[in-house]
């Protein structure tokens, strides 16, 4: 059996990384501080880090490399090799903002605005690497391999995925916060389809008679 390696675009390679940078960004210095969460995968990160005190930078890397190795079959090879730049770009800079004390620690007062801010952070991060044909987490890789298994529908799985850890995260998570925290989901979700609405750049058919 032949292996090939996924044949990537620099330009989408530098999107993936710099996008789920952007979202480490905000994990650090919205989600992580405010007690705003987020549910699926970014959620359960947050739950570790509260109650095992396990560095994101961590737990984002194995948990989203469980989820693409579970989903190997269901996705394309490009798929994969986006999401691992995109992940890989995440953890790093997830770890060299841990350097750095938060920008703005009064957000952890503000737990609307929180979620507000702590949405665009998230919906456009996630949006961009998915528009081009990756995942910043493992939850796009999780909801396929449900769907192939179980034939439900990715936004129901997505739905009891978001649910399920914000409902684990009422053990330190006021009520009152987590219906913030869906919000914030609700708004990233909806950011993430609208961008992926957004055409990207046809390829250029070359000229009868030109050589690319």
Request: net charge positive; with cysteine.
């Given at each position: 059996m032949s292996f090939s390696l996924p044949k990537l675009k620099s330009t989408y390679c530098i999107i993936a990384f710099l996008a789920s940078a952007f979202q480490a960004f905000g994990m650090y210095n919205i989600h992580a501080l405010s007690g705003v969460t987020e549910g699926g995968i970014f959620g359960l990160i947050l739950l570790l880090d509260h109650w095992l005190h396990l560095s994101p930078a961590i737990t984002s890397f194995l948990l989203n490399g469980g989820c693409y190795l579970l989903g190997w079959k269901t996705l394309g090879k490009d798929f994969i090799g986006y999401s691992v730049v995109a992940s890989l770009g995440y953890s790093a800079s997830y770890a060299i903002c841990e350097?750095?004390?938060?920008?703005?620690?009064?957000?952890?007062?503000?737990p609307l605005t929180a979620a507000l801010v702590g949405?665009?952070?998230?919906?456009?991060?996630?949006?961009?690497?998915?528009?081009?044909?990756?995942?910043?987490?493992?939850?796009?890789a999780l909801a396929m391999s449900l769907r192939a298994i179980t034939g439900l529908r990715v936004e129901k799985i997505y739905l009891i995925s978001d649910l399920t850890v914000l409902a684990l995260s009422l053990s330190y998570?006021?009520?009152?916060r987590i219906g913030y925290s869906l919000l914030t989901v609700i708004l990233s979700g909806q950011i993430i389809g609208w961008i992926q609405k957004i055409p990207l750049p046809k390829k250029r058919t070359p000229h009868p008679g030109c050589k690319e």
């Amino acid at each position: 059996m032949s292996f090939s390696l996924p044949k990537l675009k620099s330009t989408y390679c530098i999107i993936a990384f710099l996008a789920s940078a952007f979202q480490a960004f905000g994990m650090y210095n919205i989600h992580a501080l405010s007690g705003v969460t987020e549910g699926g995968i970014f959620g359960l990160i947050l739950l570790l880090d509260h109650w095992l005190h396990l560095s994101p930078a961590i737990t984002s890397f194995l948990l989203n490399g469980g989820c693409y190795l579970l989903g190997w079959k269901t996705l394309g090879k490009d798929f994969i090799g986006y999401s691992v730049v995109a992940s890989l770009g995440y953890s790093a800079s997830y770890a060299i903002c841990e350097q750095f004390p938060p920008l703005w620690p009064q957000i952890a007062n503000l737990p609307l605005t929180a979620a507000l801010v702590g949405a665009l952070f998230i919906g456009i991060g996630a949006g961009l690497v998915v528009r081009i044909g990756g995942a910043t987490s493992g939850d796009d890789a999780l909801a396929m391999s449900l769907r192939a298994i179980t034939g439900l529908r990715v936004e129901k799985i997505y739905l009891i995925s978001d649910l399920t850890v914000l409902a684990l995260s009422l053990s330190y998570i006021p009520l009152r916060r987590i219906g913030y925290s869906l919000l914030t989901v609700i708004l990233s979700g909806q950011i993430i389809g609208w961008i992926q609405k957004i055409p990207l750049p046809k390829k250029r058919t070359p000229h009868p008679g030109c050589k690319e």
